[in-house]
């Protein structure tokens, strides 16, 4: 969006840091090996494996461990970043800022705004007065440095580059579509290597395809641009169906978008980078076939952007069931030799891994038959790592956990059904076990270590729709609790070795980091910053930030021979060393405001209009006939309320203790019902057990 558009000039300047982008650097030292006194890239080195080779730091000594320094964001912003550092300098995002800072103090070294940077220049530009216009801002993972600049994507699809040493712009490269598309963002780190900055668009699973782009890291003029969607002629583009007469070309719309940095292998020639999931997003009927290169890994030449080889994760994808982290570089051991190899963890918590000259497993995986439904076009088979475990507890884990009337299926990858309403699966709605926290893996031990969340979902769409999104909420507690985990898993088997279920209530984004000194760093959504032994997984240390919420991946770094960890905690930048002067915080408050029990009505609905995400494809609407409006409902005791049925489905409404029964309630039909002593009263449609609300009568 370099054009004239205001919005977009504002998400140019506003945006500088602020998006969702993680960022590479480059460094003196060669991207290859794993960082020591900088840490220069976002994932640590070129494989992405986030592992530090500084060692003062261990488990004999990490207890000592204390804060050396803490910094406040302006404007209390809340980040996702991690910080880079380079030869004494610490470079971080938050909100509408990039800070650079004395990495061993903390101190400011400058604090840059778009609005008080090169007006001219960004007059030049046909900027001029937007630089003050206000901006949302996302959780940023961070900043990325190479050639003396840092190199940060936009959430209007520029890539853009200021001076490392002051802050000024330098130059804007709009890798996204003209005019903009509504949704596209740079949301994955500009990665640095021999001169090239590669980026990714992100479609924020708008109707439109990701991109994956490289430009001249001096100069920002672009080099190559590859379309995740392939066009007609092209490889893959057989894998869509084409003029269809109800959806016409839908592979225009078709996603893919790429949301996550790349990785790069100079030897090979490669860059390597991930895809999301296909467009319309559960609309499997507009879109039969495998819908390459959706739910990807892609592997490009450096040079010219063309297709080395693809590997897809999920066919067809109906679950948003995407790689959604970034790819990892290891050497694997086959056959007693080593062998480049990469490691991508499907979004269900599977990693598959893969030689990274030719695409090939290297460890197995078989196509494996699922649950089908011919409406949604499914594949028949999805593909699974030969014996692996996933980061969250198997669909067997459930089954003595889900109640009717709820069925759980276990046949693998349990498709969005229009006509079931009770079904649910580990993989209903949006599979989402590991998403946003970025995996890491230490050669020291061979472990991939990730962090996810296990859960159920109701594999159900309530619109025949394409693009209709959503369903109506239903009470939380009629499925089974949520179970967050960190997980170790061996490179050489796919097993897990350890596995910590952590406290309910989100994981958070912060992600692993490993050291050579044996541990494994994360911050935890308590405010806790967390130490673990990264071989047995005993926690060894918990230091309390007092600071809750958004939380970055940690990163390691070294300043006057002093070994530090640097971690964002939401709206505070923490750096520790051994022996530091900073104590713990007190913990930080939880809660909030507690919700009043239920909407003051005299009239509950049988079914609620649901609006979808518009997503580029207009406002689109549809009823849940198997949803209360409101869900949870407020009454005084000793007067009627009444239930209306508003959709085409009759409703017979029952108390589950006993309390009150209607008649069937037809369409159009209206019961009433008078509730004298006070109480909270949970009720469900006799019809469709599955529909359950409550209403709480108050004196």
């Known amino acids: 969006m370099i054009g004239p558009s205001r919005r977009t000039l504002v998400a140019i300047l506003a945006g500088i840091l602020l998006l969702p982008a993680f960022v590479a650097v480059q460094s003196d030292q060669d991207g290859r090996q794993p960082p020591a006194k900088d840490w220069t890239l976002f994932g640590g080195d070129w494989t992405n494996s986030r592992y530090s080779a500084l060692n003062q730091i261990n488990a004999q000594n990490v207890k000592t461990l204390s804060g050396a320094w803490m910094m406040k964001f302006e404007a209390n912003a809340s980040t996702r970043s991690t910080p880079l550092v380079k030869d004494g300098v610490m470079f971080v995002s938050a909100g509408s800022r990039l800070y650079a800072l004395n990495a061993k103090t903390g101190a400011p070294v400058w604090t840059w705004r778009p609005s008080e940077t090169a007006p001219a220049r960004l007059e030049a530009a046909g900027i001029g007065d937007l630089l003050n216009a206000g901006f949302g801002i996302p959780n940023p993972p961070g900043p990325s440095l190479g050639e003396g600049l840092v190199f940060v994507g936009l959430m209007d699809g520029n890539v853009a580059a200021v001076r490392q040493k002051t802050g000024e712009l330098v130059w804007t490269s709009m890798i996204g579509y003209t005019p903009a598309r509504t949704g596209q963002a740079v949301s994955g780190s500009p990665t640095y290597a021999n001169g090239v900055v590669f980026a990714g668009l992100a479609n924020g699973d708008w109707a439109f395809s ?39 070309d839908v592979w225009k719309q078709g996603g893919g978008g790429v949301w996550h940095s790349g990785t790069v292998d100079p030897d090979l020639g490669l860059v390597f980078f991930v895809t999301g999931n296909a467009v319309p997003m559960f609309g499997g009927e507009a879109r039969k076939g495998d819908n390459l290169f959706t739910g990807a890994v892609v592997a490009l030449e450096m040079k010219t952007g063309k297709l080395r080889w693809y590997y897809q994760v999920v066919h067809h994808d109906l679950w948003d069931a995407d790689i959604a982290i970034p790819p990892v570089l290891y050497t694997a051991q086959v056959d007693g030799k080593p062998r480049k190899a990469l490691a991508a963890m499907r979004s269900d918590g599977y990693l598959f891994l893969l030689d990274r000259e030719n695409g090939k497993p290297v460890h197995p995986v078989r196509e494996i038959p699922v649950t089908q439904d011919r409406y949604n076009e499914t594949a028949v088979t999805q593909p699974f ?19 009717p009337p709820f069925v759980l299926d276990c046949g693998g990858f349990t498709p969005p059904f229009l006509d079931r309403h009770n079904v649910v699966s580990p993989y209903g709605g949006v599979a989402g076990v590991n998403r946003v926290t970025p995996m890491g893996y230490s050669p020291q031990t061979g472990f991939f270590y990730a962090q996810g969340t296990g859960s159920l979902g109701r594999a159900r769409r309530i619109s025949s729709d394409p693009f209709f999104r959503g369903n109506a909420p ?9 179970v967050p985990v960190l997980t170790a898993i061996d490179s050489r088997t796919n097993r897990t070795v350890w596995k910590k279920e952590l406290p309910p209530g989100g994981i958070g984004t912060s992600g692993p980091l490993t050291t050579a000194g044996g541990l494994l760093f994360r911050g935890d959504p308590t405010g806790n910053m967390q130490a ?109 309320f009444s239930f209306v049925n508003n959709g085409q489905v009759t409703h017979t409404v029952a108390a589950l203790d006993g309390s009150f029964v209607t008649p069937p309630i037809k369409m159009a039909e209206t019961a009433y019902v008078k509730i004298d002593k006070p109480g909270t009263y949970r009720y469900a449609c006799k019809e469709h057990p599955w529909a359950v609300g409550e209403v709480t009568v108050v004196q």
Not at 227 to 246: Q, R
Not at 385 to 403: F, H, I, N, R, T
Not at 601 to 620: K, M, N, P, W
């Open 210 to 248: 990701g991109k994956i782009v490289a430009l001249d890291a001096k100069t920002g003029k672009q080099l190559w641009s590859f379309n995740t969607i392939p066009a007609p002629g092209e490889l893959g583009h057989d894998s869509w169906p084409t003029k269809d007469p109800k959806y016409g």
């Open 385 to 403: 790592p030969v014996g692996a475990d996933g980061v969250a507890p198997p669909c067997d884990y459930w089954e003595d956990k889900v109640k």
């Open 474 to 482: 239903m009470l939380n507690d009629l499925l089974p609790p949520s």
């Open 532 to 640: 673990y032994d990264a071989k047995t997984g005993d926690l060894l240390w918990e230091f309390q930030t007092g600071v809750g919420g958004a939380r970055g991946p940690a990163m390691s770094y070294e300043v006057d021979g002093e070994q530090h960890i640097a971690v964002v905690m939401g709206t505070a930048l923490w750096a520790f060393k051994l022996n530091g002067t900073l104590g713990q915080q007190p913990a930080p408050r939880g809660g909030g405001r507690v919700a009043a029990p239920g909407e003051p009505t005299d009239q509950i609905e049988t079914a609620s209009l649901v609006q979808s995400a518009d997503r580029g494809v207009g406002a689109r609407y549809a009823f849940d006939e198997h949803a209360f409006n409101p869900l949870r409902a407020r009454v005084q005791a000793g007067t009627y």
